[in-house]
């Protein structure tokens, strides 16, 4: 058929002409008839979806709580279907209220779907990323026959009328609805004229709606990478081992290769400001949980500890306070500290070991990222040289950009919620503290009310403390110059040859004043931390670590430097014996030539004044000796150690002096005693208790 110009003039119309004409109206109600209908669908399919969803939150779940099986995991299940059904029910209003604007109901729904992009898209991503978990838990379920039975019951109690036999029925729903508002909307759109002022309104909805699931499957895909990264294996050597081939050890050497270039500036490093600042933050929050979690732990044991003694039920020889003391310590034992150390732990180290534990996915996860990035740098190096990637080395590309793509947007709500989950366990410290505090307050003061003194003027009461005070001082100086008249004089314990020149070493390196000696047995558990036995003499070189810590100092142990608890050292001090028995090596005029030429001078050596052990060393074990090397012991025989090791250094066998004699022990038949109060002396004005032998 061909067109008319337009210059010609109109043609005179006919009676024929009408039929186009009637097929054009009829055409035009058959399309409104269908948007109508598209519209209908729309709204009566959310109405019913909407409906569903609350006999899944408020009949199925419900019912299955009541149940109370610790098996079922009901957040696993229905994750955050609370807030997809809030959303579903405010979306399915604004539909609803758009029926009586029919002339602008298009417009108004289009503005609806746009208005709701962001809510709907953050609460459908995260229950599409756990519908897979889901599913894995609805078919474990069915290999449990009470599970299966009980969740089967259920479904014909509260919903017989859908003639479901398990939830999946119930939990992909929320994921079939999401991807068919597109289809929805397009229908709509195919119904309508391109004229119609509606039109690109309902082309922006549908596109926002195409967007959305556009976004919802990317985040699962980024969510099965973090998954798959961030799970944490605790592999042994062998199962280590048996990992590696020749592909894996390519990587990792690559890797290797990359961070060195690193590390030497041979190649930039790709900075990323924004997650270096969130990493930052992440890894402050998580060693501050670490350090946390081992102080609480460390102040449990101590509460332990101190429950385990009890003075209260000890005969006390004390005049007018000792009941009070003894119901005050019953108390505070029986019932105060063991419901605070109880609180402690549930309000307090559980939460924190919970949080510990959520830390280490995401740390996991930045380590990954690392190894990611080198694998990343190294792909786009080549990629600009050669111009073309392998089919793996772009999925590696994707999957670090995917990585990093979930850190940066995760990060920032995980340290937020983990922080606020910190302070919340922080305020429970403190408020359990301080309810502590006012218990033990209040059965004091009510203990201290039944003291005679209790009603005396504070001026007067402060005048006896201080009258009590003087006579106890007096007391106590008495008491030192009898100590000091009847002590005996201390012993002059000379060192072993090799602690000597260890000892002569360290002076001379560090000087006398540097000279500390180890109170009890150290055993190094952090990195640069020592293991040494108790009485050996170190070097001070540092009181702090290098964060700053003034409990761990830096230490010679002369050959071995290294860092170990500032509480375990006390100073010691060498004084000039006035009958020395040994003479001190000293260096010889060629000390500048040979470090290690040594002469003996005749100048008497320092010796060690060292006052009697509170503890002794003796025989557990009688010992017959086997061989020329070897010193027979005899049980409950007192003895010197020389050497708590042999000759290798193993430490199964000790040097020892029995009688003059001197061989080696086994170490384990050696303990430690308290050694026989010292005679020619007594407290003077108080009896003490008989000497146990």
């Keep these: ?170 939990l992909v729903m929320p994921v079939q609805r999401v991807t068919k508002y597109p289809l929805l909307l397009q229908k709509i759109l195919e119904n309508t004229s391109a004229r119609d002022n509606a039109y690109s309104a309902l082309q922006s909805a549908a596109s926002a709606m195409l967007e959305i699931n556009a976004n919802i499957n990317e985040y699962k895909r980024r969510k099965e990478v973090a998954t798959k990264y961030s799970k944490v294996e605790h592999l042994t050597l062998r199962e280590r081992l048996g990992r590696l081939n020749k592909h894996s050890i390519a990587k990792k050497t690559t890797r290797l290769s990359r961070l060195f270039m690193h590390e030497a500036g041979i190649v930039p490093k790709t900075e990323d400001k924004e997650f270096d600042h969130l990493e930052e933050k992440f890894q402050f929050l998580a060693s501050g949980v670490t350090e946390l979690k081992e102080n609480v732990a460390s102040y449990l044991n101590n509460l332990q500890v101190f429950l385990l003694s009890k003075p209260q039920e000890c005969e006390l020889e004390m005049e007018g306070a000792a009941q009070q003391y003894r119901r005050l310590m019953g108390m505070l034992h029986h019932t105060i500290f063991p419901e605070f150390r109880r609180r402690l732990d549930q309000l307090v180290y559980q939460p924190l070991c919970s949080l510990s534990e959520t830390l280490k996915g995401p740390q996991q996860l930045i380590r990954k990222r690392l190894d990611k990035l080198l694998d990343y740098e190294e792909i786009e190096e080549k990629k600009s040289e050669t111009g073309n990637v392998t089919y793996d080395e772009e999925a590696t590309t994707n999957t670090y950009l995917a990585i990093n793509t979930l850190l940066v947007s995760e990060l920032p709500t995980f340290n937020q919620v983990a922080m606020q989950w910190l302070g919340q366990i922080l305020r429970s410290l403190v408020a359990l503290q301080r309810d502590l505090a006012k218990q033990v307050l209040q059965e004091a003061e009510i203990e201290l009310a039944q003291l005679p003194h209790s009603h005396v003027p504070l001026p007067t009461f402060w005048k006896m403390v201080k009258e009590t005070l003087r006579q106890s001082g007096a007391q106590l100086n008495s008491f030192c110059q009898r100590f000091e008249t009847v002590m005996p004089s201390p012993v002059v314990q000379p060192l072993s040859p090799a602690e000597e020149r260890r000892v002569l070493s360290l002076v001379s390196k560090h000087g006398p004043e540097k000279l500390y000696q180890v109170t009890s047995n150290i055993s190094g558990s952090r990195d640069l931390d020592l293991t040494l036995q108790r009485g050996q003499i170190v070097a001070l070189l540092h009181e702090m670590d290098t964060k700053g810590n003034t409990n761990r100092w830096l230490v010679d142990a002369g050959g071995h430097r290294g860092y170990v608890l500032a509480g375990k050292l006390q100073p010691y001090h060498l004084v000039q014996s006035q009958k020395p028995r040994m003479q001190m090596l000293a260096p010889d005029a060629g000390a500048e030539r040979r470090r290690h030429s040594y002469t003996l001078p005749e100048t008497p050596r320092p010796q060690v004044l060292v006052t009697p052990p509170a503890f002794q060393v003796v025989a557990g074990y009688a010992f017959a000796a086997r061989s020329p090397h070897e010193v027979s012991l005899q049980a409950g025989q007192p003895l010197t150690v020389l050497e708590p090791h042999d000759k290798k250094g193993s430490k199964e066998w000790s040097l020892v002096e029995v009688n003059g004699q001197r061989g080696y022990v086994p170490s384990s038949y050696l303990m430690m005693v308290p050694t026989q109060e010292l005679g020619g002396w007594s407290l003077p004005a108080w009896s003490l208790p008989t000497q146990q032998t």
Excluded: W
């Excluded at 109206?25 to 008839?33: G, N, P």
């Excluded at 729904?109 to 962001?118: D, G, R, T």
């Excluded at 838990?137 to 969740?151: H, T």
């Design 1 to 170: 058929m061909a067109s008319s110009s337009p210059d010609e003039p109109p043609a005179k119309e006919t009676p024929g002409t009408e039929c186009p004409t009637y097929e054009e109206v009829i055409c035009l109600d058959r399309a409104e008839q269908n948007q109508r209908l598209a519209v209908e669908e729309l709204i009566k399919t959310e109405a019913s979806y909407v409906h569903t969803i609350e006999l899944c939150v408020c009949d199925i779940r419900v019912h299955l709580q009541q149940k109370q099986l610790p098996d079922i995991d009901l957040e696993g299940l229905f994750s955050n279907i609370d807030d997809v059904l809030c959303v579903s029910k405010r979306f399915l209003k604004g539909l609803e209220a758009t029926v009586s604007q029919e002339p602008e109901q298009l417009l108004l729904i289009s503005a609806l779907f746009q208005e709701f992009k962001e809510e709907m898209e953050s609460v459908y991503k995260v229950y599409c990323a756990c519908y897979e978990q889901a599913l894995l838990l609805v078919e474990s379920y069915k290999k449990d026959p009470r599970l299966q039975q009980a969740i089967v019951e259920t479904l014909n109690t509260t919903v017989p009328h859908t003639g479901a036999s398990d939830l999946s029925f119930f």
